[in-house]
């Protein structure tokens, strides 16, 4: 391997039920089937995408977790999962990762927290991906500012540029005060369903507002990706031949050839 650093991908949008989740791991698998080095860290307390890689909120991820290396209590290093997908490792979240908020709150340079920590793992990989959770606050600017730039997941249903403008406000902030790097990756449609008038006016009102920031692939909807979590697994574990398999791992060579 060369001595290039991972690329930080945070997926973000502070709307719940968009799709951030499922692309998380799915690309994060899609990426290591490539043969990529991929790094998931959950930096969601609802820790879904810890579940979705099939672990269960046990021992092993309550004594050691992002929350621990957030408030400084653990290297980023002793909490690293191996996932069934040997390129792939996770960082897990659980619901104390909620304190972490609150007690980061009083810390110097609280909003750095997780870029200090990446940047002792980077090396070792080609991809880090993040998973937000469902807001804008301190775990989603930590997110923001280690990042080198953000995937938005747009759901094709009805209000799905509402709220969007307070992400892109948020992302300026960023951009001006902790992290001048930061770039948007990509827009991404999820759950999109051709047969419906409703998603393809979403899709073309979403290319019309970013352009060629959508993604060309649109992530079909597809209930194999909605059982594969149940299962502990990524759509590529759980049904390889799947659309939604195949639309990840499209997304995912997007994301490579994108560099
Ligand atoms: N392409 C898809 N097809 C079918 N169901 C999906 C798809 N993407 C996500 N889902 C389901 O929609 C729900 C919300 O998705 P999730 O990824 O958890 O969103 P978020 O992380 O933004 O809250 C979950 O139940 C998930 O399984
Ligand atoms: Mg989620």
């Known amino acids: 391997m060369s001595d290039s650093v991972g690329q930080v991908i945070a997926i973000s949008n502070q709307k719940g039920g ?15 089937v490539a043969e990529q080095k991929t790094l998931l860290i959950d930096m969601d307390p609802q820790a879904n995408a810890t579940q979705g890689c099939g672990f269960q ?25 191996q996932t069934k997908i040997s390129y792939l490792s996770l960082i897990p979240s659980h619901i104390n990762l909620t304190g972490a908020e ?34 804008l606050g301190l775990l989603t600017i930590n997110a923001l500012t280690a990042a080198d730039s953000v995937l938005i997941p747009i759901q094709c249903e009805y209000y799905a540029l509402e709220g969007l403008g307070k992400l892109l406000n948020t992302v300026r902030q960023i951009q001006r005060h902790l992290n001048p790097k930061l770039q ?49 697994q990524p759509i590529v574990l759980y049904d390889i031949l799947s659309q939604g398999s195949q639309d990840y791992m499209s997304l995912a060579g997007e994301v490579i050839n994108n560099g």
């Open 102 to 135: 609150v007690e980061m709150v009083n810390m110097i340079a609280r909003e750095q927290k997780l870029d200090g920590l990446l940047n002792q793992v980077k090396k070792d990989y080609s991809y880090i991906i993040l998973d937000c959770p469902p807001s």
């Open 18 to 32: 968009v799709g951030k989740t499922t692309t998380a791991v799915n690309l994060a698998a899609s990426l290591a």
């Open 184 to 232: 948007i990756a990509g827009v991404l449609l999820t759950m999109f369903d051709g047969r419906l008038n409703l998603s393809r006016q979403v899709a073309s009102e979403v290319k019309s507002y970013f352009g060629n920031k959508v993604y060309k692939t649109s992530i079909s909807r597809n209930v194999r990706l909605a059982e594969a979590p149940s299962h502990g």
């Open 57 to 81: 909120n046990g021992n092993e991820v309550e004594g050691g977790n992002v929350y621990h290396t957030l408030i400084g209590q653990k290297e980023p290093k002793e909490v690293i999962l």
